[in-house]
């Protein structure tokens, strides 16, 4: 039985994953949930899976709905709430945990400044997580991809299990603004409407795909700033590699294909559910940085326009053709 005490800030997908693991390892973790999520877990446990065929249900008796039952006491709070929520979770934490260790488990590149100016005391860590999970019920979510937690080196409790390998890395800014670019891919799944492998397989959604991204390579080259790689290949070659012919592009890219046939992003799943996306925090991030140096992100600008006429519909993914994101 390990001591430390953890706090998950928002059990959703990566919440639940992570936290349910750390759990499982001998952990003494607290949720703060949705009500849906305390009320499943209650009956039926938690359930864990992943695409090698793992599979761990938990007691998850410690899932909580206020922030003084789950924050009190906390040595350290795993947050995993989206960009948009940071600042009001980050008020909740000062209130019930203002010196406890803080771990930012979230998309973005602003998240953890957030959570270092509201809390003063605390030891603030970005970290990237960089595979994919996805709720199949409220209580069951299953991790998509592959892939190591990175997070910003210093004092780290043993957070290591079998399925779950932490890394502490120097240059956390360069690896989350890696994640970003990668992720700008979220928003371009969640219009199509299918799974991402299937469109990983289609040239025409590929190449859309490397638009985006090479426009969000030149802003940041603009700006100064170089992405860490979080992929096997390089990221200036990534927009290259998608560009490919399909067939050749199978035997290069072998790796980005190794995730499940029925996998699609967060804001997806967002839309499917009808809550606001991280829009804001991915290409918002790069159109503010384009507007900081002079330059110009129309692809980019197109897509988060067309995020938030889907998010003001509230209809789920529209189904769009790469032709109709272009248009």
């Known amino acids: 039985m390990v001591d430390t005490r953890i706090a998950v800030a928002g059990a959703g997908s990566i919440g639940c994953y992570v936290g349910g693991l750390l759990a499982d390892a001998g952990h003494?973790?607290?949720?703060?949930?949705?009500?849906?999520?305390?009320?499943?877990?209650?009956?039926?446990?938690?359930?864990?899976?992943?695409?090698?065929?793992?599979?761990t249900i938990v007691r998850a008796s410690q899932m909580v709905e206020a922030a003084e039952q789950a924050f009190s006491d906390a040595d350290v709070i795993l947050v995993c709430v989206k960009s948009g929520d940071t600042q009001a979770m980050a008020q909740e934490i000062a209130t019930h945990a203002p010196t406890a260790q803080v771990i930012s488990l979230q998309n973005g590149v602003e998240n953890a400044a957030v959570l270092r100016a509201a809390l003063p005391a605390a030891d603030v860590r970005a970290a990237m997580v960089p595979f994919n999970v996805v709720p199949e019920a409220d209580a069951h979510f299953h991790r998509a991809t592959s892939g190591n937690i990175l997070v910003e080196a210093g004092p780290l409790p043993d957070f290591g299990t079998p399925t779950l390998v932490w890394e502490?890395?120097?240059?956390?800014?360069?690896?989350?603004?890696?994640k970003l670019l990668i992720n700008l891919g979220n928003a371009i799944n969640a219009?199509?409407?299918?799974?991402?492998?299937?469109?990983?397989?289609?040239?025409?959604?590929?190449?859309?795909?490397?638009?985006?991204?090479?426009?969000?390579l030149r802003v940041m080259a603009a700006a100064g700033i170089v992405p860490a790689k979080t992929t096997a290949a390089p990221p200036r070659l990534i927009p290259h590699i998608l560009r490919l012919p399909t067939p050749l592009f199978r035997r290069i890219a072998a790796q980005?294909?190794?995730?499940?046939?029925?996998?699609?992003?967060?804001m997806w799943d967002d839309l499917?559910?009808?809550?606001?996306?991280?829009?804001?925090?991915l290409q918002g991030a790069i159109i503010a940085l384009a507007e900081r140096?002079?330059?110009?992100?129309?692809?980019?600008?197109?897509?988060?326009?067309?995020?938030?006429?889907?998010e003001a519909a509230g209809n789920g993914s529209p189904g769009l053709s790469p032709g109709d994101i272009r248009q």
């Open 28 to 55: 003494d973790v607290r949720f703060l949930a949705r009500p849906r999520v305390v009320d499943a877990c209650a009956k039926d446990g938690l359930r864990l899976t992943d695409f090698d065929g793992n599979e």
């Open 191 to 216: 219009l199509a409407d299918m799974p991402l492998l299937t469109q990983l397989q289609d040239r025409a959604w590929r190449r859309l795909m490397a638009d985006q991204m090479a426009e969000a």
């Open 293 to 310: 140096h002079g330059r110009q992100a129309p692809l980019n600008t197109r897509m988060r326009a067309l995020i938030r006429e889907a």
């Open 168 to 178: 502490q890395v120097d240059n956390i800014e360069a690896v989350q603004w890696g």
């Open 256 to 266: 980005m294909l190794m995730i499940d046939a029925q996998a699609r992003s967060s």
């Open 272 to 281: 499917k559910r009808g809550r606001r996306t991280e829009i804001d925090a």
